[in-house]
């Protein structure tokens, strides 16, 4: 029987290790960084009912904090509607919102894409409330965002870049 809790006993050990080294990722704040919200229909005036435009434009943004394992992670969402039949804009909605994340055990290969991905997708749901809350108190339906694709906004960004690098490659002579 000594056997066997030794087989057991090693068997265990393997897993105990695996499940220590997962990433781990802890929310340690959200907060809204910078907030502008510009109700330029109630400015102009308007008569009649509205068909809107919504626009909507995503960035990214994470840094290292001093602090060991902490990083802030930034959603940039700039807003804006227009009317279908004059294009007039109608509102103007522009948030910096960020989350401050305590992330272990994360290659640093693999922390990038974590960070423009992960990050984003945890703190997404709050940045739309707030939207909805905004839109709503500046007097318009409230704007519900839909989900936003991290994974193809990053894969997007990463291509962009390669392009530029190539543009720029091609543009440099040759020394």
Do not use: W
């Amino acid at each position: 029987m000594a056997e066997n809790e030794t087989e057991n006993g090693a068997a265990a050990q393997p897993q105990q290790q695996q499940q220590a080294q997962q990433p781990k990722m802890n929310v340690l704040a959200q907060y809204v960084r910078d907030l502008s919200f510009e109700n330029i229909l109630s400015q102009k005036g308007t008569t009649g009912e509205v068909q809107p435009d919504i626009q909507v434009e995503v960035n990214l943004d994470a840094k290292k904090r001093q602090q060991d394992n902490q990083f802030e992670v930034a959603l940039k969402l700039k807003i804006t509607s227009k009317s279908k039949a004059t294009s007039d804009v109608l509102f103007l909605l522009e948030m910096d919102y960020a989350g401050v994340f305590q992330i272990e055990n994360v290659p640093e290969d693999q922390l990038h894409p974590y960070l423009l991905i992960e990050c984003p997708r945890m703190i997404f749901p709050f940045a739309r409330r707030i939207v909805s809350d905004v839109t709503r108190d500046g007097g318009f339906p409230p704007l519900n965002l839909e989900t936003i694709d991290f994974v193809a906004l990053y894969r997007n960004e990463i291509m962009r870049r390669q392009a530029a690098q190539q543009a720029q490659a091609k543009a440099t002579p040759d020394a």
